[in-house]
């Protein structure tokens, strides 16, 4: 791992909604292993980034490479397995009426990564690195704690593997306690990078190797 190879690179990206400009020639680059925090004011245009770079939003000009390669050139289902979302912990990111178990199985199976005898030692590999006990697999996600809840997310999105993962504002609503845990847990990827966004200065400041200003800061 290296952490002066690109991994990701934003070349002047502009967005509008409507005729709303919400940023302009915006130049981002995430470095392999490298943490990015990003801090900007309420509607500033921070989940639009996170969208776009996800591929799930569109953009009005600008360029987007994964390891040196254009955004379009990507299948979305090969992009989709590189870079990973965890949302705000809001309690509706897990679907309540399927267990554990069945909502860790789905990307294994989406994503054809596992073979299915292997599928099994995956997910117990991921609960374990998430400091989650492998009985929750029985559970429903309206039977876990915010802190086990956020982390089965977390696990959905580790277990395929990503190279970046984006955290928007995944641990606000989190105690301090389950917040570090979730940090110290994904510090321990010392080959993923992370775009951290996040409304406390601090722990930017203290996990992040660069911080990167959205808007009028
Ligand atoms: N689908 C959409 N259509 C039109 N405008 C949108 C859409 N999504 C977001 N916006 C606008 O784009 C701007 C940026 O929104 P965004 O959600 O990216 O901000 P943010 O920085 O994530 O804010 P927050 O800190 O509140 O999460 C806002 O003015 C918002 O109203
Ligand atoms: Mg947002």
Redesign the pocket.
Known sequence: MNKNTSLLKINKLSKT??R?I?FQNLDLVINQGEWIGII???????????KIILGLETYSEGEIYLNGQKQEHYELRQWMQNIQLVSQYTRNALDPTKTIEKILWEPLKNFRLVEKANQNLRIKQVLNDCYLPEKILSKRPRDLSGGQYQRVCIALALLVNPKLLIC??ATANLDKINELKIIHLLKENQKMSVLF?C?DKNLVNNYCDHIFF?GNY
């Open positions: 909604y409507n709303q919400i900007g004011k309420n509607g500033s245009g921070k989940s639009t980034l996170t928007d504002e966004i409304h959205l």
